[in-house]
Nanobody, 119 residues
Framework: QVQLVESGGGLVQPGGSLRLSCAAS????????MAWYRQAPGKQRELVTA???????SYADSVKGRFTISRDNAKNTVYLQMNSLIPEDTAVYYC?????????????WGRGTQVTVSS
C-alpha cells in the first residue's frame, strides 16, 4: 500500500508563494501519473495540475502561469510551487497518484494540506 504525505501548507498573504511537497512511500512518482487536487469549502474537489510518467504537465486555467508541478524521482517526491497566490486559491490541497495499466489500476490519495491565502 502506497502512502502519500503532503506538507508545506499554511497561511500566506495575497501575492505570496508556497511550495507544497508530496512524499510517496514507494518509488512511484516516475511511473504513476501524479497530480494535485484542491477542495475549497462548499465546493467539489478539482484538478489543479498533473504530471505524467513521461513528464508532460497540465494545469487548470485558473492556475496557469502561477503554479508549477515538478518531481524528484530520487526522493520519490512531487512538488507544487505556487506563486502570486490569491484568496481563491484557499483550499485543502491533495496529492494523488494514479496508474491505469492493462490489468491493474491504482489510485492513492494523501490526507491533504491546508492552504489559506488571506491578509
Amino acid at each position: 500500500q502506497v502512502q502519500l504525505v503532503e506538507s508545506g501548507g499554511g497561511l500566506v498573504q495575497p501575492g505570496g508563494s508556497l511550495r507544497l511537497s508530496c512524499a510517496a512511500s514507494g518509488s512511484i512518482v516516475s511511473i504513476f501519473r501524479m497530480a494535485w487536487y484542491r477542495q475549497a469549502p462548499g465546493k467539489q474537489r478539482e484538478l489543479v495540475t498533473a504530471i505524467t510518467s513521461g513528464g508532460s504537465t497540465s494545469y487548470a486555467d485558473s492556475v496557469k502561469g502561477r503554479f508549477t508541478i515538478s518531481r524528484d524521482n530520487a526522493k520519490n517526491t512531487v512538488y507544487l510551487q505556487m506563486n502570486s497566490l490569491i484568496p481563491e486559491d484557499t483550499a485543502v490541497y491533495y496529492c494523488n497518484a494514479n496508474y491505469n495499466g492493462t490489468f491493474t489500476r491504482y489510485d492513492y490519495w494523501g490526507r491533504g494540506t491546508q492552504v489559506t491565502v488571506s491578509s
